[in-house]
């Protein structure tokens, strides 16, 4: 199946400052990338669609300011948590679709983010 | 608005019990996809189907679409310690869109 890279892994950071999170399709090319947040022992929540060269769709309720998104290239998605707070401690995964329009989206492994 | 009901959402069972897992839907979808979730990764893609009344089977797990592509099932026979985890299903109105997901059913399999 394809590969779905997500990094970092895990990352710490202090209430107030900014992390990028790096979403990239490594063997094949995706117009299309989805972001979500997903709590402990809960389902994945759609944050945004993020299109190649365009700006990305957000979810009602989700602050496109807080949570900037950039589909520079057809392999590679970032999405920035803003001035972070403990309330944005969470598990954040991105998808990618292949460009092939089978359908078929792939998960990365996904990033814990905690912010103290 | 939850548009995909997964039920139920906690399973503890004993190794070698059988067990189904249920999505309902009013909407009807282009495709469903059914994940498997360990804790700190991913979900990884089980199946997909796209046939209203489609059954696919992979090893011990049976999966169903309802004929009018609105509900699934994933049954699972004689159920192993290897298959707890975090069973999540996703439904897709279009072909390349986003996908909608259930809340999730939470395995716990017990030797």
């Known amino acids: 199946g394809a590969v779905v890279s997500q990094h970092p892994s895990w990352v710490i950071c202090k209430s107030g400052t900014s992390v990028k999170i790096e979403c990239r399709s490594l063997d094949f090319q995706a117009t299309t990338m989805f972001w979500y947040r997903q709590f402990p022992k809960q389902s994945l929540m759609l944050m945004a669609t993020s299109n190649e060269g365009s700006k990305a769709t957000y979810e009602q309720g989700v602050e496109k300011d807080k949570f900037l998104i950039n589909h520079a290239s057809l392999t590679l998605s970032t999405l920035t948590v803003t001035s972070a707070h403990p309330e944005d401690s969470s598990f954040y995964i991105c998808?990618?679709?292949?460009?092939?329009?089978?359908?078929?989206?792939?998960f990365g492994q996904g990033t814990r983010l905690t912010v103290v | 608005t939850q548009l995909l009901e997964q039920s139920p959402q906690f399973l503890s069972i004993q190794e070698g019990e059988n067990l189904t897992v249920y999505c309902n839907s009013s909407s009807v979808f282009s495709s469903l996809q059914w994940y498997r979730q360990e804790p700190g990764e991913g979900p990884v893609l089980l199946v997909t189907v796209v046939t209203g009344g489609e059954v696919k089977k992979l090893k011990r797990l049976t999966f169903q679409f309802g004929d009018a592509r609105k509900d699934s099932s994933l049954h699972i026979t004689a159920a192993q310690t290897g298959d707890t985890g975090l069973y999540l299903c996703a439904g897709a109105y279009n072909q390349g869109g986003k996908l909608i997901f259930g809340q999730g059913t939470e395995l716990s399999v017990k030797p």
């Open positions: 998808s990618a679709l292949q460009a092939d329009r089978t359908g078929k989206a792939f």
